[in-house]
C-alpha cells in the first residue's frame, strides 16, 4: 500500500507544490471525533467514515493528535510505539488507509511526532529502569543523583511544565532509593537526551516511517523543549539575559535541520509545523529559518484578549515576525489544550493563560458565539496558514461540569483539582440529534457511552441541526473556508491595515487583502455604519445589514 500513496501524493504536489503557505488545516482529536465500532471511543474508521464531512467544509489536510500506541496519562502525548496504531483506534493498516482515502479527496495527513518524552511504558525506558546507573539504556533518558545527604533533594528545583516535580525517584534493584529521572511533564513522559545519538537517530527512522506510508508532515510537539543543558543549572531569574536551561537552546536548530533535510529528500515535500510556545518573537522566528520548520503555530493571537488594539497589535506583531524570514503566519483560535472560543469570549478575562483557568467563570455563551464567529472571520481572512480545532466549527462551547470521575487530563490532578483541566474542549462531537448514539458520535448497534460524556444541550450543536441553519456556526465556517480560497494571493503579504473615517474608529479592527476585499470588525457598543463603496459579502452576524456592522461583529466587504 506505502507505494501506491507515494505515488497519489506526487501528483497531488505537482499540482501545488506549495499548499501550506495558505492552507487550512483541521485538526482531529481521534478520541472524540467518530466512533465506528461503537466503543465509545473515537477511531479511525469513524474518521474515515466521516471525510465527505471534512471534504465539504474545505480544508486541505488534517493534522491528528497522537494516534500511536499508548496508556493515555497523557491523551497520547505519552507515546509506547510510534510505529504501531494504539488498538483503541484501530492499526496500521486502517492509518494508511486513511492517509489514501483522504488524500484521494485532496486532504493531506499530518501526524503528531513528540520529542520531547516518550510513555514510561516505551520499551527504552522499561530497559532503562531495568538496568543499572551508567548503563546505555539509562543515557537516552536523564538518570540523575539527587542532591543532599543520600540523594534524596531533586537534582534541580526545576518546575514542571504541569506544575509540580519534574523529577522522579528510581528505585535500585535491591529496593533501596535510585537515581531520579526528569519528566518536564508527568511521571509517566520520561524526557528524552538528545545528545545521545541514539536518539537523534531513532527520530529520524520514525519520521521516514510515517514520511514512506504518505504523511505529509509532522507537527512537533512541545518543540521548544527537547534540549537541556547538560550542567543542570537552576532556571536564572531572568530568562530574558540569561540563557535557559531547558527552552529554546540553541543546539535544538541543528535538530530540525536534519530534520528538515529528510523532509526536503521526497519528491512531494514533507512539512514541518512546530508548537513552539515562545514570548520572544525574535526566538520564535528562528525556527522558521528556510532550512528549519516551514511553520509554527501562532499563539499570541489566541492569547489575547477581546479587543481591537490587543488583536491589531498581535496580527501586526505576527506578520512583522515572518515577513523578514519568508515564512507564512498561522492563526490559531483554538487546540485541544485551550478552553474554547465560544466559552473564552464570552468572559470577562477573554484572552487565554492556562494560570486563568478555573471552575465556575461566569460566561456569556451568547456573547461569546457572537465573538466567536467574528474572530473566525478575522483569522479566515488573515495571510497565511489557518487551523481549525474540531468541534469549533460547531461552535461547542468548553464543558467545564464533567463529572470529576470522568475528567482524565492530568493537568487536572496536578493543578491540584482547582482548575478543570482540558478534557472540557476534548469532549466527543454531536453528528446527529441520536442521543441513543451518543448524539452520532457511535455508530453500530448499542454503543457504550462515550468515552467523556457529552452535555445534554449537545444535541443543539449537532451537524445535523446545524446544517438544515444557514446562520448555523458550521455554515458559517463553511462559507469562511470557501470565500478565503478567493481572497487572494495569501502567502505574498498584500495585507494593509485600513483606516476607516468614522465614529469610535479606535474600536474599529480593519484590513484589506489586496485592492478589492476587506474585513471589518467592530469591537464597539454602536452599531457600524459602513462608508460608501464597500459591499458586505459575509457576515458574522445575521442581523447585519449590507451597509451596517452591529457590535461584535465581523464582515467582509468588497471595495468597489
Ligand atoms: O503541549 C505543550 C504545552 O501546552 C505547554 O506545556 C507548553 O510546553 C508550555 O506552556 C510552554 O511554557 C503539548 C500538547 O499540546 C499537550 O496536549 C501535551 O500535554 C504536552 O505537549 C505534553 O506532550
Not at 178 to 201: A, M, R, S
Not at 311 to 325: E, G, V, Y
Not at 465 to 493: F, T
Request: a negative charge; proline letters at 8%; hydrophobic letters at 40%.
Amino acid at each position: 500500500m506505502t507505494e501506491r500513496i507515494d505515488a497519489l501524493a506526487y501528483q497531488a504536489d505537482e499540482r501545488d507544490l506549495e499548499w501550506w503557505k495558505n492552507a487550512a488545516i483541521y485538526q482531529i482529536y481521534p478520541r472524540s471525533f467518530a466512533d465506528a465500532n461503537g466503543d465509545g471511543t473515537g477511531d479511525l474508521e469513524g474518521v474515515r467514515s466521516r471525510l465527505p464531512y471534512l471534504k465539504s467544509l474545505g480544508i486541505d489536510a488534517i493534522w491528528y493528535t497522537p494516534w500511536y500506541v499508548s496508556p493515555l496519562a497523557d491523551g497520547g502525548y505519552d507515546v509506547a510505539d510510534y510505529r504501531a496504531i494504539d488498538p483503541a483506534f484501530g492499526d496500521l493498516d486502517a492509518a494508511e488507509a486513511l492517509i489514501q482515502s483522504a488524500l484521494e479527496l485532496g486532504i493531506r495527513t499530518i501526524i503528531d511526532v513528540v520529542p520531547n518524552h516518550v510513555s514510561n511504558e516505551h520499551e527504552w525506558f522499561k530497559a532503562a529502569l531495568a538496568s543499572e546507573p551508567g548503563s546505555k539504556e539509562r543515557a537516552r533518558f536523564w538518570f540523575k543523583d539527587g542532591k543532599g545527604q543520600d540523594g534524596t533533594q531533586m537534582p534541580t528545583n526545576w518546575v514542571s511544565e504541569f506544575r509540580g516535580t519534574p523529577w522522579s525517584r528510581t528505585h535500585n534493584s535491591d529496593g533501596t532509593p535510585g537515581e531520579w529521572y526528569l519528566h518536564l511533564f508527568t511521571p509517566e513522559q520520561p524526557d528524552l537526551n538528545w545528545t545521545n545519538p541514539e536518539v537523534v537517530q531513532e527520530h529520524l527512522d520514525v519520521l521516514k516511517f510515517w514520511f514512506d506510508r504518505g504523511a505529509a508532515g509532522i507537527r512537533i510537539d512541545s518543540a521548544a523543549l527537547p534540549v537541556k543543558d547538560t550542567a543542570f543549572p537552576e532556571v536564572p531569574e531572568d530568562t530574558t539575559t540569561e540563557p535557559h536551561p531547558y527552552v529554546a537552546r540553541p543546539e535544538l536548530h541543528d535538530i530540525y535541520r536534519g530534520w528538515r533535510a529528510l523532509a526536503d529528500s521526497y519528491d512531494d515535500p514533507k512539512i514541518l509545523v512546530g508548537e513552539v510556545w515562545l514570548p520572544d518573537l525574535e526566538e520564535f522566528a528562528k525556527f522558521l529559518r528556510p532550512d528549519e520548520m516551514h511553520t509554527a503555530f501562532n499563539f499570541d493571537f489566541m492569547s489575547r484578549p477581546w479587543d481591537s488594539a490587543e488583536m491589531r497589535a498581535s496580527i501586526q506583531q505576527t506578520l512583522d515576525a515572518h515577513l523578514p524570514i519568508g515564512a507564512p503566519a498561522t492563526w490559531v483560535l483554538s487546540n485541544h489544550d485551550i478552553t474554547r472560543p465560544v466559552t473564552r469570549y464570552g468572559r470577562e478575562k477573554s484572552g487565554f493563560s492556562f494560570a486563568d483557568k478555573a471552575f465556575n467563570v461566569p460566561t456569556d455563551l451568547a456573547l461569546g458565539t457572537a465573538r466567536a464567529r467574528a474572530a473566525a472571520m478575522i483569522t479566515g481572512a488573515l495571510p497565511g496558514v489557518l487551523y481549525v480545532y474540531q468541534g469549533d466549527e460547531l461552535g461547542l462551547p468548553e464543558f467545564e461540569d464533567l463529572p470529576p470521575c470522568a475528567i482524565q487530563d492530568p493537568m487536572y490532578e496536578r493543578y491540584e483539582k482547582v482548575a478543570p483541566g482540558r478534557d472540557g474542549c476534548r469532549v466527543p462531537l454531536p453528528w446527529t440529534v441520536d442521543d441513543a448514539h451518543n448524539f452520532g458520535f457511535s455508530q453500530g448497534t448499542n454503543p457504550q457511552p462515550s468515552w467523556l460524556p457529552q452535555p445534554a444541550g449537545w444535541r443543539d450543536f449537532s451537524v445535523e441541526r446545524q446544517d438544515l441553519d444557514p446562520h448555523s456556526m458550521l455554515n458559517l465556517y463553511r462559507a469562511i473556508l470557501d470565500g478565503r480560497k478567493s481572497i487572494g494571493d495569501v502567502a505574498e503579504g498584500d495585507f494593509a491595515w485600513l483606516d476607516l473615517d468614522v465614529p469610535e474608529s479606535s474600536e474599529i479592527l480593519a484590513f484589506k487583502r489586496g485592492e478589492k476585499f476587506a474585513c471589518i470588525t467592530n469591537f464597539s457598543k454602536e452599531t457600524l455604519e459602513l462608508p460608501a463603496g464597500m459591499k458586505t459579502i459575509l457576515s458574522s452576524s445575521s442581523q447585519t445589514s449590507h451597509t451596517q456592522v452591529t457590535p461584535d461583529t465581523t464582515v467582509w466587504v468588497e471595495l468597489v
